[in-house]
């Protein structure tokens, strides 16, 4: 059986342009995502991971349109996003929601929950205003938290509870696709399950479809069906999560793999240590970006940019971006 494409990106690109001079020219740009492709399925949890500033964020909302693509195509449910206008982007945004990484700076201070949860419905117009105050105590209850707390302001709750209103927001309108931006970054390790199992309840119970974007490679491995890779605005490797974690190809994804911290004090396993800084984005290298520090880099790869590909020991829609998957065996990959 077929699986349903939900959101379909192709050749994304986010460049930010860089003013300067007296006339306020633009003078570079700042390449954030450079030719991002994917697809996600209905129901499943895709996440994206990499280094700061790899561009992981910057997808994540332009796919939502809250920055406007530079140019590709996102499609969503057969409907491309970038060439609609505003009044028709924000019906669309009915059924894409995102959570934000900061619970403190996501919820607005001066409006209590009832509120902030009232004011999503109020613009999506998705329960009659009659009915409201009981999908709000219903939407607190599903979220863990008790109806009456609906009248109390932000400041008023933990950051977990912050981020249960968050999630009870996005839920709010009934989406389809929720995009999880670092969403347990900011909270304690015990809340960060809280929410994961929260997530994971409501997917079930709603067929919710996540795009979930995490630097935690321990939180990514708990939820994810599939995993993206990037680095410096470019996907390096996609794939299933068992795979990803057991066979990784890209020497970027080994290394990242490999400072995963291990709680056995006998495990000798090897971190890779990986050379220099990330370059910077307003100018990124040529051929492959990861070159710079790159263990097994050559000639080939400061010239020539390596595509997504698979290889034929690569199966179930695995792929990396690098010239030496089939020549290099992957001891080569490891440093001791």
Request: some cysteine; proline content about 6%.
């Amino acid at each position: 059986m077929s699986r349903k494409e939900l959101l379909k990106v192709e050749n994304l690109k986010q460049y930010f342009p860089i003013k300067g001079g007296f006339f306020g020219r633009t003078v570079n740009h700042v390449q954030a995502v450079d030719d991002v492709t994917f697809t996600i399925y209905e129901g499943e949890t895709v996440s994206i991971v990499g280094e700061s500033g790899c561009g992981k964020s910057t997808t994540g909302r332009a796919i939502l349109r809250l920055d406007k693509p530079t140019s590709g195509k996102v499609e969503f449910d057969g409907i491309d996003l970038v060439t609609l206008n505003k009044a028709k982007m924000r019906r669309m945004r009915k059924d894409m929601q995102i959570i934000f990484q900061d619970p403190y700076a996501s919820l607005n201070p001066r409006q209590t929950v009832r509120q902030i949860l009232n004011e999503a419905m109020e613009i999506q117009n998705v329960v009659p205003r009659s009915e409201r105050n009981a999908k709000i105590a219903e939407l607190m209850e599903t979220v863990g938290l008790q109806p009456y707390q609906a009248d109390r302001f932000p400041h008023e709750f933990s950051g977990g509870q912050r981020q249960r209103i968050g999630i009870a927001r996005a839920l709010s309108v009934d989406p389809k696709l929720i995009i999880c931006d670092e969403a347990v970054s900011a909270l304690d390790v015990s809340i960060q399950a809280q929410i994961l199992n929260l997530l994971k309840k409501f997917q079930r119970e709603f067929n919710l479809t996540y795009l979930f974007i995490s630097h935690d490679l321990g939180v990514v491995r708990h939820i994810s069906d599939r995993i993206i890779v990037m680095y410096l605005g470019k996907i390096v490797e996609i794939a299933d999560k068992k795979t990803l974690f057991s066979n990784p190809k890209h020497p970027y994804t080994q290394a990242l793999l490999s400072a995963i911290p291990v709680p056995d004090p006998d495990d000798k396993k090897q971190r890779i240590v990986l050379k220099g800084d990330v370059p910077s984005p307003i100018n990124p290298p040529s051929g492959c970006r990861f070159h710079t520090r790159c263990p097994i880099a050559t000639d080939r790869c400061k010239l020539e940019e390596p595509v997504l590909r698979s290889t034929e020991k690569m199966a179930g829609g695995h792929q990396a971006s690098c010239h030496y998957l089939e020549d290099v065996e992957e001891e080569l990959f490891i440093e001791s």
